[in-house]
């Protein structure tokens, strides 16, 4: 087993059977303001949808900062043929606990082909083989029936909920925290 926990000395790529997973670079702005443009899309995440290619840069900035400052990384997933089709991440990784949280979003045209399932596996084998994760978290906000079933199906179970844990447009959201641990996981559930 590879002992080596991952140091961010560069970003890592990853395949799965469909889909490509890799660094978001300013390449990406166009297909980031179409994907966070859409209100579905952001309908249960802390931002209300983008309108400019500023603000796409601005969400491209964020995500980069997590991997500069060494505490999560953001995929760009792709098809094979390079078109954009959403993005998955570990994010607020603890070394101490070894925990993370996991978050991802498809475009919406290409929501129910199985992709959201097929990149957060990969990037939760990642979590558990090159962090050293023994808990991996997620927050997913009440009503986000696709991402529930999606968590649930990933072998993840809910643990409690964190009240009116999101303002988002001037209202309070209550919050699931669900979590799955690295004994428990079955890759192909
Ligand atoms: C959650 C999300 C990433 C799932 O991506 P996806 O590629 O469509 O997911 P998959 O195709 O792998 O799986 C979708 C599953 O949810 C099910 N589903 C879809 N809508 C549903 C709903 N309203 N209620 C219950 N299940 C639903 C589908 O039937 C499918 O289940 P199956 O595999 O048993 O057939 C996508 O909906 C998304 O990007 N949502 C917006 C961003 C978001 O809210 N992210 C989560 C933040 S925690």
Redesign the pocket.
């Known amino acids: 087993m590879n002992q080596r926990v991952f140091d961010f000395s560069s970003f890592p790529s990853l395949a799965t059977e469909r889909l490509m997973l890799r660094e978001i670079t300013p390449e990406d702005v166009t297909a980031l303001l179409m994907h966070f443009g859409n209100p579905?899309?952001?309908?249960?995440?802390a931002m209300q949808p983008i309108k400019t290619i500023a603000q796409a840069n601005e969400w491209l900035k964020w995500m980069g900062g997590f991997f500069a400052a060494k505490d999560g990384l953001r995929w760009g997933i792709t098809l094979q043929d390079g078109t954009f089709v959403?993005s998955t991440g570990l994010h607020l990784w603890n070394r101490e606990a070894h925990y993370a949280q996991i978050?991802?979003?498809?475009a919406h045209k290409?929501?129910?082909?199985?992709?959201?399932?097929?990149a957060m596996r990969e990037i939760i084998d990642f979590g558990w083989n090159q962090m050293k994760l023994n808990r991996i978290e997620?927050?997913?906000?009440m009503g986000?029936?696709?991402?529930?079933?999606?968590m649930k199906?990933l072998g993840f179970q809910q643990e409690g909920v964190l009240r009116q844990r999101l303002l988002k447009g001037g209202k309070f959201y209550d919050v699931l925290i669900f979590s799955v641990l690295r004994q428990e996981y079955r890759g192909d559930s």
Do not use: L, P, T
Not at 103 to 106: Q, V
Not at 110 to 118: I, K, M, S, T
């Open positions: 579905e899309v952001v309908k249960f995440i959403g978050g991802c979003d498809i290409f929501w129910g082909n199985g992709y959201g399932q097929e997620a927050e997913i906000v986000n029936q696709a991402s529930i079933h999606v199906k």
